[in-house]
C-alpha cells in the first residue's frame, strides 16, 4: 500500500469533512443512516465465497464494522478523503483486521485489485462520478463488481433539499454510461437504492 497524504489528494469538488463534521456524522451513522448500512450490509454479503472489498468514502468505518462482524469471509480495505474520519473509523474497528488509509474516488493507495468496491451515501458528492468510476474499475479483478448504495429521492416538492443528498434510479443508470462500464442492476427498496456495475 501507498500511503497517501491529505495534502496529495486534489479533490476537484469532493467533500472533505473536518474534525467537528466528522464527529457530527458519525453519530449520524452510529444510528445506522436510516437503516441503509444493513441494507448495503446484506446485500453485500449476497455474494457467495471469500471475496475482497475495498469501501470508498468509508466515513466513520460504519459498513466495514458491520460486514466485519456478520462475516469473517470479506478481506476489508476503506478509504476516505478526511484524516479525522479515518481516525474515528480506526478507533471504532480496532482488532477488526480492515486496513483503512486516505484516498478518495481518484486517488487511491492499492497497487492490487479487489472483487467489489462499494460506497455507501458518499456517490451524490462524487464531483465527477464518470470520471470516478472508470477510475475506479481498474481496480476491478475480473468479473468483479462496483455497488452504489444512496437514499432514493422522493421527488416531493418539501423533500428538495433533502433529495439534494439522495439519488435516484435514473441517475444512477446513467452515470455508468461514459465509463467503460455496464449496469449490471439496478434496484430500489424502502428509503434506499442500489445499482450494480460491471466493466462493459
Not at 465465497?49 to 468505518?61: I, K, Q
Not at 478526511?82 to 474516488?105: D, Q, T, V, W
Not at 429521492?153 to 428538495?160: A, C, Q
Request: aromatic share 10%; proline share 4%.
Amino acid at each position: 500500500m501507498k500511503e497517501i497524504n491529505a495534502s496529495d489528494m486534489d479533490l476537484r469538488g469532493e467533500e472533505r469533512f473536518g474534525p467537528v463534521l466528522s464527529r457530527l456524522y458519525a453519530l449520524f451513522a452510529r444510528e445506522g443512516a436510516l437503516g441503509i448500512y444493513g441494507f448495503a450490509c446484506k446485500d453485500i454479503l449476497s455474494r457467495k465465497g471469500a471475496f475482497s472489498l475495498l469501501d470508498v468514502g468509508t466515513g466513520p468505518g460504519r459498513l466495514p464494522g458491520m460486514l466485519s462482524e456478520e462475516s469473517d469471509r470479506v478481506r476489508i480495505s476503506a478509504v476516505d478523503p478526511s484524516p479525522s474520519m479515518i481516525r474515528i473509523a480506526e478507533g471504532k474497528n480496532r482488532g477488526r483486521g480492515i486496513a483503512f488509509a486516505l484516498g478518495y474516488s481518484q486517488k487511491l493507495p492499492f497497487d492490487k485489485k479487489f472483487d467489489m468496491i462499494v460506497s455507501s451515501v458518499s456517490f451524490h458528492h462524487w464531483a465527477h462520478k464518470k470520471e470516478s468510476l472508470a477510475y475506479l474499475s481498474g481496480f476491478l479483478k475480473p468479473k468483479g463488481e462496483i455497488r452504489i448504495y444512496e437514499l432514493k429521492k422522493s421527488n416531493r416538492l418539501f423533500d428538495y433539499f433533502l433529495d439534494k443528498h439522495r439519488m435516484s434510479e435514473k441517475e444512477l443508470r446513467h452515470a455508468a454510461e461514459g465509463a467503460g462500464l455496464k449496469v449490471k442492476s439496478v434496484i430500489s427498496k424502502d428509503k434506499f437504492v442500489r445499482a450494480v456495475y460491471i466493466k462493459a
